[in-house]
């Protein structure tokens, strides 16, 4: 297969010491694998994620996302660009289709970026990882590269929000997505492709804000997947991760139960399908060890 | 009270719903709401909601400007947008929500302490300072801001989070001495405050 060259905006999350860097180390190690190169957009900044409206309102929040576009158009010139954080892709897609359909919002990004001399086109089409996988590399390529077939694991495939709305995956509804299943079957572990909180909402940004409105949620995430068998849970969000692993411990203390749920990326699942070091796959990342991923990799 | 709500008050004082349309991001598509009701239902925290959607959308019809404005419904929006994804004619409601939410806090009328109002701000101000999130410094803002007392209590709380972060490399306590950022935080807030102006002199200019 041809080298895939991707302008790539890794986001806030991913960098060194936050709280998903382990995303960003499997994400980087599955596209070596997959011979997918990442050109990363040169001094990007911040997209607002979600929460950011209610301080930045409408223009700067656009103008946020347009900045990254411009000087993705400007270095990496004719490349998709592509996220691999939820928000930072809605974002992205959200500021080029608003921009696009709304000439006087275009117009009005581009005089405040031509404050720093930057100059945005729109013409860049804005990706979701996952979507380079599904569309790309397919589930049979995949699959072809697997050395290590996850077997024996039964994995929910928990897809969250903004992967999967407002604009979702290509061939794929919205209520009830399939991609991350086959994602699990391609690496050779069990889906559950009835795992009924598979778009259940783990309150996002409110995590912080509402803590008790959004564990409620979060409870009900893990339940499930315990209630299907699962022995882990595998996602492609990075704010769904963190609040589904890290907040284990407070709602075991606060409803009595006695979650321990491994929450991974499909990035780590095929790092280590793929053959790749635990420490590669970024295991040493998790709040909650995923003890039979570290098994197979270090067998 | 501020001048701009005054001033707003006075402008539209027939119709709320022409304000919202003039003022409110995406406020153009109110109208269109057919009562329906399955915003309401997909909301994930909807029984939070003293108003959901649909009945924030017949309350600006029907001239109820202070109970919409005043009321925190629209800050309970998780962005999850299961209510865009089934909104049979298509209306862009976590947008609305949100431009309500932000004309809502432009106007002074949001409710006091209204948690995810404050966090909003304080992530928007925390990207603003370098162009990238400081986590660390997020985390204690929000554990902070209801003063020392509360932040201690907040800190206590959390503390074992914070350990298991910590241990995973995905917190770093360095970032309380400088951070990840762009080379030049001063160029991007120039654009941001151009794109400021830019929305505000809208707003004046429909005063």
């Known amino acids: 297969m041809a080298k895939i060259e991707l302008s790539f905006y890794p986001g806030c999350s991913s960098q060194k010491g936050a709280t998903s860097s382990n995303y960003l180390v499997s994400a980087q190690t599955m596209c070596e694998e997959l011979d997918i190169q990442l050109n990363e957009i040169p001094d990007w900044n911040c997209c607002g994620a979600s929460i950011g409206y209610g301080g930045g309102g409408e223009l700067p929040r656009l103008t946020l996302s347009a900045r990254n576009i411009a000087l993705s158009e400007e270095h990496n010139k004719g490349q998709e660009i592509v996220a691999t954080c939820a928000a930072c892709w809605l974002s992205t897609r959200e500021a080029k289709e608003r921009l696009h359909e709304d000439e006087q919002m275009f117009k009005d990004a581009n005089a405040a970026l031509s404050e720093a001399g930057l100059k945005y086109e729109g013409e860049a089409n804005v990706r979701h990882m996952v979507e380079v996988l599904v569309e790309d590399i397919g589930f049979d390529g995949i699959k072809e590269k697997v050395k290590k077939p996850l077997e024996g694991l039964k994995i929910a495939g928990y897809v969250g929000c903004q992967t999967n709305r407002p604009f979702g995956i290509a061939g794929e509804s919205f209520e009830n997505p399939m991609y991350l299943d086959n994602i699990v079957d391609a690496v050779g572990a069990e889906s559950i492709p009835t795992y009924e909180k598979k778009v259940q909402c783990c309150g996002g940004a409110l995590a912080f804000s509402e803590p008790e409105k959004s564990q409620e949620m979060i409870k009900g995430i893990l339940e499930a997947a315990y209630d299907n068998g699962a022995d882990m849970i595998v996602t492609p969000c990075p704010l769904c991760q963190a609040n589904t692993e890290i907040y284990q411990d407070q709602i075991n203390e606060k409803y009595g139960t006695k979650f321990k749920m491994p929450i991974v990326y499909y990035s780590t699942l095929m790092s280590v399908a793929f053959g790749r070091s635990a420490k590669d796959a970024a295991l040493d990342g998790h709040v909650i060890p995923a003890k039979q991923l570290e098994e197979i990799a270090n067998k | ?207």
């Open chain 2, 1 to 207: 009270m501020s001048d701009l709500n005054t001033s707003m008050i006075e402008k539209y004082r027939s119709s709320f719903l022409k304000e919202v349309e003039a003022n409110v991001e995406e406020g153009e598509w109110v109208k269109m709401c057919m009562q329906c009701g399955v915003c309401s239902g997909s909301c994930p925290l909807g029984k939070h909601w003293d108003h959901p959607p649909q009945e924030i959308f017949m309350m600006i019809r029907a001239n109820k400007r202070e109970e919409v404005l005043g009321s925190d419904s629209m800050w309970m929006c998780t962005s999850c947008y299961n209510c865009i994804a089934r909104c049979p004619r298509g209306l862009p409601i976590t947008h609305i929500m949100h431009g309500l939410a932000v004309y809502s806090k432009r106007l002074g009328l949001t409710p006091k302490k209204q948690p995810t109002a404050e966090f909003s701000q304080i992530f928007w101000d925390n990207l603003m300072k370098k162009g990238r999130v400081n986590e660390l410094k997020l985390g204690l803002s929000m554990n902070f801001k209801d003063g020392f007392g509360e932040g201690v209590k907040n800190a206590m709380a959390n503390q074992k989070l914070g350990q298991n972060m910590m241990k995973a490399k995905r917190m770093n306590p360095m970032e309380a001495f400088g951070g990840h950022g762009v080379k030049s935080p001063g160029d991007l807030q120039k654009i941001i405050k151009k794109a400021q102006e830019i929305e505000e002199s809208k707003i004046q200019a429909a005063k």
